[in-house]
């Protein structure tokens, strides 16, 4: 356990779904992040948030939309996503002095 | 950040120690080396980092070269449970809000056998 939890912990959605995902950490951190993992493919960075900002953002596609609406709890909103989009998901959090992140279980997303 | 070369895979018996090694003959000084590693379907875990003396803790050790442009994470007795594909990443401390990227490459897949 890391101390980041990620729900749900799969998903299956069609296509026209509007879903979200959760990320949750309670270790005082104030960064957090969403990486995304394709099959055979290495982790991408796609939003960075520092202190409730967002810092980074990936030329990732407007059908990913992330909220952070405090140093907790991360979201990642997602609308008429693609097959391709399956993936996995994952948050991590790190604190504001290190570039250790911690990362959650993430979610394994499927898009029919 | 600094480029890393890792062996695409390894095996190592259970109970012997693993020696992961990492090229970054790009290196500059004020870059460190990171060690995360991912078993299967789950978050990547974070191991162990260095700027430039060897590093130890109660999961690895960092043995990293004089010159810095190699390094090597030594798993002191492999168990199973230590099967995973191990990420040497090397990069500058963020400073200042900015550089937040953890750039993952492929990895090398250790796999421990009984």
């Known amino acids: 356990e890391t101390g980041v939890t990620q729900t749900p912990r799969h998903l299956v959605m069609g296509m026209t779904n509007k879903k979200s995902l959760k990320c949750e950490q309670h270790?005082?951190?104030?960064?957090m992040y969403w990486y995304k993992q394709s099959a055979k493919k290495p982790l991408e960075l796609m939003f960075v948030?520092?202190?409730?900002?967002?810092?980074e953002n990936n030329s990732v596609p407007s059908r990913f939309s992330p909220e952070c609406p405090n140093s907790s709890h991360l979201f990642l909103h997602l609308h008429t996503l693609q097959p391709e989009d399956s993936a996995l998901y994952l948050c991590?959090?790190?604190?504001?002095?290190?570039?250790?992140?911690?990362f959650g279980p993430g979610t394994r997303l499927t898009v029919l | 950040d600094a480029k890393t070369t890792q062996p695409t895979s390894m095996d190592c018996a259970e109970g012997r120690a693993a020696n992961l090694p990492c090229n970054h003959s790009?290196?500059?000084?004020?870059?460190?080396v990171y060690w995360y590693r991912q078993i299967h379907s789950q978050g990547p875990q974070y191991i162990i980092h260095?700027?430039?003396n060897n590093e130890t803790n109660e999961m690895a050790s960092l043995i990293i070269t004089e010159d810095r442009k190699s390094s090597t994470l030594i798993l002191p007795h492999a168990t199973l449970r230590d099967t995973a594909v191990y990420y040497c990443?090397?990069?500058?401390?963020?400073?200042?809000?900015?550089?937040?990227?953890?750039?993952f490459g492929k990895g090398t897949l250790l796999t421990v056998n009984p």
């Open positions: 270790l005082g951190h104030n960064a």
């Open positions: 948030y520092s202190l409730e900002e967002r810092v």
């Open positions: 790009t290196i500059s000084g004020n870059e460190y």
């Open positions: 990443i090397v990069r500058t401390l963020r400073s200042g809000g900015s550089n937040y990227k953890l750039t």
């Open positions: 260095g700027l430039k």
């Open positions: 991590a959090s790190s604190p504001e002095h290190t570039d250790t992140q911690y």
